[in-house]
T-cell receptor, first 114, second 111 residues
Framework: DAGVIQSPRHEVTEMGQEVTLRCKPI?????LFWYRQTMMRGLELLIY????????DSGMPEDRFSAKMPNASFSTLKIQPSEPRDSAVYFC????????????FGPGTRLTVT | KQEVTQIPAALSVPEGENLVLNCSFT??????LQWFRQDPGKGLTSLLL?????REQTSGRLNASLDKSSGRSTLYIAASQPGDSATYLC??????????FGSGTQLTVLP
């Protein structure tokens, strides 16, 4: 298995632009998580899905952030409009709800908003 | 709200030493605890997962223990090598499915 796939790996954009981050979970996994990592706040959960349905989005910082999972093999995290404080590494992770819930992480997308 | 603390924040040891990384959590009602490794600019690699009913897990030179009642876990690394240099993160899962992470211990193993 290729593991969790994220794209792009790096994104540099100007303030006010729309940014879309993409994730392909491990095949067969029924949970998908989006995390954000910054030096100041560490790793924080933004939102997670179970069977393509958003379960908890309480970590989404504000209305500028939105996430979708149109099918079991694809999810997007969108920021519109982007701001410099959104600069961070965004990770996607997936797991199989079989009891262990061991999470597997993608390589991350490093976002820089200038 | 669950809080996870890792001590020390940074650790530097000579090659060959055995070492212990510490993780503590405030809410003992956890389902499992996971230790990760993160290399600079990379994602997280899962090292060990301990279920709440378990006391320890071993993988190669790594051994993780869990004392749920006291809210503590340790990661023991035997015979450390320069390739072990990385940031080690612990994370706990409560009744929900998401993980709460500690801030990590940055380990440097000197050749």
């Amino acid at each position: 298995d290729a593991g969790v796939i994220q794209s792009p790996r790096h994104e540099v954009t100007e303030m006010g632009q729309e940014v879309t981050l993409r994730c392909k979970p491990i095949s067969g996994h029924d949970y998908l998580f989006w995390y954000r990592q910054t030096m100041m706040r560490g790793l924080e959960l933004l939102i997670y899905f179970n069977n393509n349905v958003p379960i908890d989005d309480s970590g989404m910082p504000e209305d500028r952030f939105s996430a979708k999972m149109p099918n079991a093999s694809f999810s997007t995290l969108k920021i519109q409009p982007s701001e410099p404080r959104d600069s961070a590494v965004y990770f996607c992770a997936s797991t199989l709800g079989d009891g262990t819930y061991e999470q597997y992480f993608g390589p991350g997308t490093r976002l820089t908003v200038t | 709200k669950q809080e996870v603390t890792q001590i020390p924040a940074a650790l530097s040891v000579p090659e060959g030493e055995n070492l212990v990384l510490n993780c503590s959590f405030t809410d003992s009602a956890i389902y499992n605890l996971q230790w990760f490794r993160q290399d600079p600019g990379k994602g997280l690699t899962s090292l060990l997962l301990i279920q709440s009913s378990q006391r320890e897990q071993t993988s190669g030179r790594l051994n993780a223990s869990l004392d749920k009642s006291s809210g503590r876990s340790t990661l023991y690394i035997a015979a450390s090598q320069p390739g072990d240099s990385a940031t080690y993160l612990c994370a706990v899962r409560g009744s929900a499915r998401q993980l709460t992470f500690g801030s990590g211990t940055q380990l440097t193993v000197l050749p």
